[in-house]
């Protein structure tokens, strides 16, 4: 099966109370918590979501804008922010221009792996590299193609979770890949067991593999500071899960 391009990459963000019972605080947000500690602001929160990371760090007293392109996901965020000092801005991130430069940039949850072509990825970085005080930092992770048996799969159960309203929702994905343009194209099927409704999305996903990532990030003005294969900040080596980087202006 080709793997389709074009398609509405946002679509499994349609729903964001979902999306937070299904996505849990988890040992990535530690260490990306952990981080903006260790830096300090201002943070910008690229790709921020529903905010579950932004307002832990402007809980710890640290200042940071969260940008989103998903109007609904940026809407749950304000709405759960509690009052504190956060900006919340909806933005392209290959294209924002904000009236603020950030000591630390993150994104996080595998956000890069949306930016499809090189193209994309060079926007965003040259972007963000505009954002960032000189010898300010980018964090973000992506998963690690080397770690990807590349074989497509038929439709399995995913995982279950439980929404606000006490519904329980079974998540089934199907996975296509396509070796050659290290692309995956992943069906989401969400079904609601005590109504029979199923909600469908999908999602497409670049692989990077990290010497094509290092030489991008040089290209564009960024040096690779740290580079980790797991949360646990374990050396990155060639089947890591994870390619965990840190890069300075």
């Given at each position: 099966?080709?793997?389709?391009t074009k398609?509405d990459?946002?679509?499994e ?5 979902w999306?937070d019972?299904?996505n ?12 903006a ?10 790709a921020c979501g ?5 307002r832990a ?6 200042a940071?804008t ?5 109007a609904?996901?940026l809407a749950?965020a ?5 009052n504190?000092?956060i ?8 294209t924002m221009q904000l009236?603020q ?7 996080t949850?595998h956000?890069?792996?949306h930016?499809i072509t090189n193209?994309?990825q060079?926007?965003l970085?040259t972007t963000?590299?505009q ?8 964090a ?9 048996d590349?074989?497509?799969t ?5 995982r279950t ?6 519904l329980?929702v ?5 996975s296509t ?12 099927q969400r079904k609601?067991?005590e109504t029979g409704v ?7 996903l670049?692989?990077t ?9 040089n290209?564009c003005g960024?040096?690779v500071?740290?580079?980790?294969g797991?949360w646990m900040?374990h ?15």
């Amino acid at each position: 099966m080709a793997i389709p391009t074009k398609i509405d990459n946002l679509t499994e963000y349609d729903n964001p109370a979902w999306y937070d019972a299904e996505n849990n605080w988890a040992p990535d947000d530690d260490y990306y918590l952990t981080l903006a500690k260790r830096i300090g602001g201002p943070v910008l929160d690229v790709a921020c979501g529903t905010g579950r990371l932004t307002r832990a760090i402007a809980g710890a007293g640290i200042a940071i804008t969260g940008i989103d392109l998903m109007a609904p996901m940026l809407a749950r965020a304000r709405a759960l922010s509690n009052n504190l000092p956060i900006s919340w801005i909806q933005a392209d991130c290959r294209t924002m221009q904000l009236a603020q430069r950030f000591r630390l940039a993150l994104m996080t949850g595998h956000a890069f792996q949306h930016l499809i072509t090189n193209e994309e990825q060079e926007a965003l970085l040259t972007t963000l590299h505009q954002h960032l005080d000189e010898g300010g930092r980018f964090a973000f992770e992506i998963r690690n193609p080397m770690d990807c048996d590349w074989m497509d799969t038929d439709w399995e159960k995913w995982r279950t979770f439980t929404d606000e309203d006490g519904l329980t929702v079974e998540v089934w994905t199907k996975s296509t890949y396509d070796q050659h343009q290290l692309l995956e194209y992943i069906e989401f099927q969400r079904k609601v067991l005590e109504t029979g409704v199923v909600h469908e999305a999908e999602s497409l996903l670049r692989y990077t593999d990290v010497e094509q990532l290092n030489t991008r990030l040089n290209k564009c003005g960024f040096t690779v500071v740290e580079q980790y294969g797991n949360w646990m900040r374990h050396p990155l080596i060639y089947d890591s899960p994870e390619i965990i980087t840190v890069c300075q202006r």
